[in-house]
């Protein structure tokens, strides 16, 4: 009988211990679980603030884009309108040089037969 309270003390450090040890390797366990947590948040985060800034990238180049065609648009409208002023004045210039050129024909022959 004293041998089994002798040893009894020993099979309850060796328990004492093994919990211990168990104790340590789950706040071990628990720590890098955390730690795997934290990193996976900050990338989560990361990933979403360089999301963030390219939507808003996107979303600039965009309004810059629809702009520059409005531009374009605007700009394109208005050579068309100077274009067409521009034939409607050769036209008219056409017209009168044509205009021009008749009286000169029809008064050539009056200025040579005064010359006579």
């Known amino acids: 009988m004293t041998s089994e309270i002798n ?17 340590q390797q789950k706040e071990k366990s628990y720590d890098e679980e955390k730690q795997k947590r934290i990193k996976s948040e900050e990338k989560c985060s990361s990933l ?28 394109c409208s208005y050579l ?7 034939k409607e004045d050769q036209n008219v210039l056409n017209e009168q040089e044509k205009e021009k050129s008749e009286t000169l024909e029809k008064n050539i022959p009056l200025i040579s037969s005064e010359r006579i």
């Open 48 to 75: 979403a603030q360089e999301i963030k800034k390219l939507k808003e990238d996107h979303e600039r180049l965009y309004e810059e884009e629809k702009t520059q065609s409005k531009w374009s648009e605007e700009k």
């Open 80 to 86: 068309e309108q100077e274009l067409q002023k521009l």
């Open 7 to 23: 040893d009894q003390p020993k099979n309850l450090n060796i328990i004492i211990n093994d919990l211990q040890k168990l104790i």
